[in-house]
């Protein structure tokens, strides 16, 4: 008869995600785990397989809670400008830099951390990359529609630049508080948005 397990599988990936996003890949022993998951290190392995099997799951974890659903953009957006919405979707990712202790954007840290030495996880952060900027050139192409962006822009290119945009602005949130990096968005929106 198969044992039953004494922990919550999901409770314990959302613990290794924290630990995994506070710390990084390479700074998070096995040992660090086995006292932060609270589970024995057989557990561990049986369940999840090894530290970088763990550390997939978490960033998988994390990427599927902050997906973007490209078909509710219009019902999103109704009533609101694209700038509008833009801009709040930028503040918003800040104020939850603040939240999560200046931790940052999980993906983003995985990227810098880990990309040029896992195919692996170079492969799910290019997907996810791919993802947001299909979720941006949606938005751009909504903004063309309704005339508040010029329609001779490239959607794919503004697409790219905003992905890249706010990514660096995930990275820069961990140095700078939300109230100073407000005039960047809005400096950024203006050259986005200018005919």
């Avoid at 009533?79 to 830099?97: H, I, N, P």
């Avoid at 810098?112 to 996880?121: G, H």
């Amino acid at each position: 008869m198969a044992r039953t397990k004494a922990f919550d599988e999901q409770e314990v990936l959302n613990k290794a995600m924290a630990l995994f996003w506070q710390k990084g890949f390479h700074a998070t022993s096995i040992q660090d785990l086995v006292d932060h998951l609270g589970i024995n290190r057989a557990s561990m392995y049986d369940t999840f397989g090894g530290k970088e099997q763990l550390f997939m799951q978490a960033l998988q974890l994390y990427l599927s809670q902050f997906s973007t659903d490209v078909g509710k953009l219009r019902e999103v957006l109704r009533g609101k400008s694209v700038r509008k919405f833009l801009r709040e979707y930028a503040l918003s990712d800040l104020e939850k830099k603040e939240v999560l202790d200046q931790n940052g954007c999980f993906a983003t840290n995985a990227t810098a951390e880990l990309s040029k030495e896992n195919k692996q996880v170079c492969s799910v952060l290019s997907d996810n990359m791919e993802r947001n900027i299909k979720f941006f050139e949606v938005v751009i192409r909504l903004g063309q529609e309704r005339r508040e962006i010029d329609r001779n822009k490239d959607p794919y290119v503004m697409a790219r630049h905003l992905f890249v945009f706010f990514n660096g602005l995930k990275v820069i949130s961990k140095l700078k508080p939300k109230e100073s990096l407000c005039s960047v968005v809005d400096a950024q929106l203006d050259f986005l948005f200018e005919h």
